[in-house]
């Protein structure tokens, strides 16, 4: 059996009202404008970084739930 080795962190949604403040995360993560992390955000599930470890994929999950992201790490 294969032990997973590399992680993508998934935004599967956000929670109502939050919707502001995931896009302001995801803009710390992907160097995108207003416009195109407010796509990507309303467009989930939408990959946020991939081939991550699985340090780096908990704290990036944890930091987009603190504002209200639905999150899955696959």
Avoid: H, W
Avoid at 50 to 72: F, M, N, R
């Amino acid at each position: 059996e294969k032990v997973q080795t590399a992680f993508d962190v998934v935004l599967t949604g956000f929670e109502d009202g939050k919707k502001i403040p995931v896009i302001q995360k995801i803009r710390q993560y992907k160097e995108m404008g207003l416009l195109e992390a407010k796509n990507f955000v309303e467009d989930a599930p939408s990959v946020v970084k991939e081939d991550l470890e699985q340090e780096e994929a908990d704290k990036i999950t944890k930091e987009l739930e603190l504002v209200g992201g639905k999150v899955e790490i696959q």
